[in-house]
């Protein structure tokens, strides 16, 4: 009789594992493939596997990935398996920054204040076409204020809708 117990406890846990796995975002992605997509390819650029990364990355950038688009954005200002490329590094951190961290908005000034005023002037027309193509509204994700684990610091923090 346990044994027959059990396996219904277990049984019922899958369900409810394979509920969760099952949705998909809005573009018909699997809620699965959406995250191990930015975990392999967080995994694989902290492995130095930098080319396999930047596919990762990529794809999950252009899903509206805020983690992806930040590190893609590094990938970018540091000549990891790209030449290195500060226009295309700025529009992907400005897409990332919808999404505020201390440690992003550390980098991100940091990067600003390197940059000539007039390349940042240059960029904002195609600053605001890469949000609306990547950003948040677009993507549809969801954006929402939340204290940092351990911390009062409050941080903005966009999650992929799903269905």
């Keep these: 009789m346990k044994l027959i117990h059990g396996v219904l406890l277990v049984a019922l846990g899958l369900t409810c594992f394979d509920a ?65 490329d500060y226009q295309v590094g700025w529009l992907w951190l400005n897409v990332a920054m919808e999404q505020k961290t201390a440690k992003w908005r550390t980098f991100y000034d940091r990067v600003e204040k390197a940059l000539p005023t007039e390349f940042i002037q240059a960029m904002e027309p195609l600053v605001a076409e890469h949000i609306a193509t990547y950003g948040a509204d677009a993507k549809d994700l969801k954006c929402r204020s939340q204290s940092a684990t351990g911390s009062n610091i409050r941080e903005v923090i966009c999650e992929k809708r799903l269905y």
């Excluded at 596997?49 to 999950?60: Q, T």
């Design 20 to 84: 969760a796995a099952q949705k998909r975002t809005k573009e018909n992605i699997w809620a699965m493939e959406y995250n191990n997509t930015l975990n392999n390819g967080l995994s694989a650029l902290n492995a130095g596997k930098h080319e396999k990364a930047f596919e990762l990355l990529s794809e999950s950038a252009n899903w509206g990935n805020k983690t992806a688009q930040f590190y893609l954005a590094e990938m970018y200002f540091n000549g990891l398996h790209v030449e290195q």
